[in-house]
Every structure is written in C-alpha cells, then in structure tokens.
C-alpha cells in the first residue's frame, strides 16, 4: 500500500473514530513486505488497550493467511474477547487491489454501557431479573461465531498460536523439543503467517528456546523443502 493511499485510509480511519464515538475502536491493518503486517492507525485504542505498536491478533493472520479476502469483502459482527467486562464485538473491512490484500480496516463496538442500561432498564420490569440472566449471563456463544482476542502483547498472540498449533505431549512439563518438532512447529506458524507480523522472530525464537538465526535457519530449512518439492 502506498503512502498517499496509506494516509487517506488513515484519514477515513480518524473520521469513524470521531463519528462513531468513544465506544467504537477503529483501527487501520496494513500489510507491507518490508516492514510486516502492522497496526498503522488505532482510534479509541483504550478500547483494547492497543497503540500503533500492538501486533495482529491470530484471527486477522488467519483471515489473511486463509485469503478470506477472495471471496469476502468483509466480515462482519464477530465476538471479540478485549478487556474483563466488555461486550465487543468487531467488523473488518479487507483493503483489496485486485486479488491483492493490502490492509483490514476493523471495527471494534464495545457495547458494555448498552448492554448494562438495558439490563437495568429491564429489572425494573416483573421477572427482569431471570430475564436478564436469559439474555445476557448464560447465553452459550454460536458454534460458528468466531472470538478475536485483542492484545496489546505480541507474546500473547504467539503464545496463543504456538499452543494451536502443538500437540498436546509436547505441552506437558518437562518436555524437550527436538529440532524436528521445533522446525515443525515453525512450519506451522509459518503457514498461519505468524512471521508476517513485525517483530516475530524474536518472540518465537524465545517461545521456542532458539537463537534468532537459529529460527531464520528454521524457515530457509522450510523455504528449502518447498524448492525440492516442486
């Protein structure tokens, strides 16, 4: 994504944030060979807690990694894990060129001030109480709806991903992971584009137990295996 279009979805960014209000976190995703996926513009940050500086979360790496993209223009009304507390529920809107991904404009609502007025407004009513327990307390999350889990933590997203992808033996305390497991593992992470994030390698290299070139090694290991294949 250039620079000029860069700003003016920066821009369209800024305008939502303000139009919208403070219970909206609007945030600008652009994807750039050189410098990664990385948040470009957040509005209402204190939504999530994120800045500028936050990483991906793994659901945007897997909307991308699985090219939802080409088949979607945008995804909308998903629950989203943020602060203890907070009804959020997000939107994204993909940057497309072409069949070309260029960023995620995303939208975060957090209806936790609607949700509690409502909640008080309808105790005030015979059975508002078992009502709202209905409602809002044991309601059990649609099999299909997916929650992203926003963080201000690049550890918390690989964390999350490395325990994904893992078997669960080598979860266990006291297990060593041998090389092979290590490269698998990488493989892994590599095809739900974790390393497209900025500053990943560092993160894995340290979840992982290996030097960074040690993990630089991994994925040229990886690229290889790709070449002979074909």
Do not use: W
Not at 48 to 54: A, E, L, M, P
Not at 109 to 132: E, H, N, Y
Not at 164 to 193: C, F, W, Y
Request: glycine content about 6%; hydrophobic content about 35%; proline content about 4%.
């Amino acid at each position: 994504m250039n620079k000029q279009v860069i700003e003016t979805y920066k821009q369209l960014a800024r305008f939502l944030g303000k139009t919208l209000g403070p219970n909206y976190e609007v945030v600008l995703h652009v994807i750039d060979d050189d410098e990664g996926a990385h948040i470009e513009e957040i509005v209402n940050g204190y939504i999530s807690g994120r800045t500028v500086d936050s990483p991906l979360t793994s659901y945007a790496l897997d909307r991308i990694q699985g090219k939802d993209y080409l088949e979607n223009d945008y995804d909308i009304h998903y629950k989203v894990l943020a602060k203890p507390g907070h009804e959020v529920y997000g939107s994204t809107f993909y940057i497309k060129d072409g069949d070309e991904l260029l960023g995620l404009l995303c939208i975060n609502a957090d209806q936790s001030q609607f949700i509690d007025k409502l909640c008080d407004l309808m105790r005030m009513f015979p059975g508002g109480d078992q009502t709202v327990v209905d409602y809002f307390v044991t309601e059990t999350p649609h099999p299909n709806k997916v929650m992203e889990v926003l963080s201000n933590d690049m550890s918390d997203v690989i964390s999350d991903s490395v325990s994904e992808v893992m078997d669960p033996s080598q979860l266990e305390a006291g297990h060593t992971m041998s090389k092979a497991e290590k490269i698998n593992v990488t493989r892994k992470l590599k095809a739900r584009g974790i390393f497209n994030m900025k500053g990943a390698i560092p993160k894995v290299a340290e979840f992982l137990g290996v030097s960074e070139p040690t993990v630089y090694r991994y994925l040229n290991e990886i690229s290889q295996e790709v070449v002979e294949k074909h």
